[in-house]
C-alpha cells in the first residue's frame, strides 16, 4: 500500500513538530505548516491524500483556510483538530466538507485511526473516477 501524503497545519510549532514525528514514525509522509495561508499556498503546488488542520490559528483561521483549501483541492480529506470547548467549529468544519474532527490534546492512535479512515475514503473516491 502507499503512503498517504499528509499536510499538517497547526501554529503550535511544538505541537506540530510532535505530529510530526510520531505520524512519520508510523509510516506517513507529512509536510508541516504552521499557518493558514502557507497551507493554501502548499495545496496550490502539490496533492495531499489528507490534511490535519487546527481550527485556532492567528490570521487565518481553520475554517477560512478550509473555504480556501476547498477552492484548490475540493476531493481532499480533511481531520480538524479543535481545542477543548470550540465543538462547534469542529461541526462547522464538517458541513463544509472535513472528513471529521478530534478534540486538543489527541491521542496519536485516535489520529493516526482518523487519518486512515480518511485515506482508503480518498482512495475509494479515486477507483471511481
Given amino acids: 500500500m502507499e503512503r498517504p501524503i499528509i499536510l499538517?497545519?497547526?501554529d503550535?510549532?511544538?505541537f506540530a513538530d510532535n505530529l510530526l514525528k510520531l505520524l512519520s514514525k508510523r509510516g506517513y509522509d507529512v509536510i508541516v505548516v504552521y499557518n493558514g495561508a502557507d497551507a493554501v499556498n502548499m495545496v496550490g503546488e502539490k496533492e495531499f491524500d489528507?490534511?490535519?488542520l487546527?481550527?485556532?490559528m492567528p490570521g487565518m483561521d481553520g475554517i477560512a483556510t478550509l473555504k480556501e483549501i476547498r477552492k484548490i483541492?475540493?476531493?481532499?480529506e480533511v481531520v480538524i483538530l479543535t481545542g477543548h470547548g470550540?465543538?462547534?467549529s469542529g461541526i462547522e468544519g464538517m458541513q463544509?466538507?472535513?472528513f471529521d474532527f478530534l478534540m486538543k490534546p489527541?491521542?496519536?492512535d485516535d489520529l493516526q485511526e482518523k487519518v486512515s479512515e480518511a485515506y482508503q475514503r480518498k482512495l475509494i473516491q479515486r477507483e471511481r473516477e
Fill in 8 to 10: 499538517l497545519v497547526d
Fill in 12 to 14: 503550535e510549532v511544538a
Fill in 50 to 52: 489528507v490534511i490535519i
Fill in 54 to 56: 487546527d481550527m485556532k
Fill in 73 to 76: 483541492a475540493p476531493l481532499v
Fill in 86 to 88: 470550540s465543538v462547534e
Fill in 96 to 98: 463544509l466538507g472535513a
Fill in 106 to 108: 489527541v491521542r496519536i
